[in-house]
């Protein structure tokens, strides 16, 4: 089992820590280079979802883990007690665009929006 965890804070500037962790995570994952920019694109996207919720998000965790051809990867959220003024995103049309990079996508959430994102995509054989 291959599996990798990080956390970063929830800010529009670390995004670019976490493309970077899954640029090297589809590299292990024996993943074309097209997939590696599906997977980057759906992360993308995951992360505008999740940052962009009724509380304020104190943190973001990456987790990665590679086992029989699939890559299974779990954005989930911190949030802290306090909330925030910003414009929700619509978790329907953030789950049809991280659909249309990753075979397989799933959304859990509450009354305060989205918390995680959980996407499983083909990985190479070893």
Not at 97 to 126: Q, W
């Amino acid at each position: 089992m291959n599996k990798m965890t990080l956390s970063i804070p929830a800010k529009p500037e670390w995004q670019l820590v976490l493309r970077s962790a899954l640029n090297g995570v589809g590299v292990l994952a024996k993943m074309s280079v097209d997939m590696i920019d599906d997977l980057r694109s759906a992360a993308d996207e995951a992360f505008n979802l999740l940052t962009h919720q009724s509380h304020l998000i104190q943190h973001i965790e990456l987790v990665c883990e590679i086992e029989e051809e699939v890559l299974s990867v779990h954005l989930s959220v911190e949030r802290a007690f306090s909330t925030q003024h910003c414009v929700p995103v619509d978790a329907e049309v953030a789950h049809l665009i991280i659909g249309s990079f990753v075979t397989n996508v799933r959304l859990e959430g509450d009354s305060c929006g989205i918390y995680s994102v959980h996407m499983k995509l083909p990985a190479g054989k070893e």
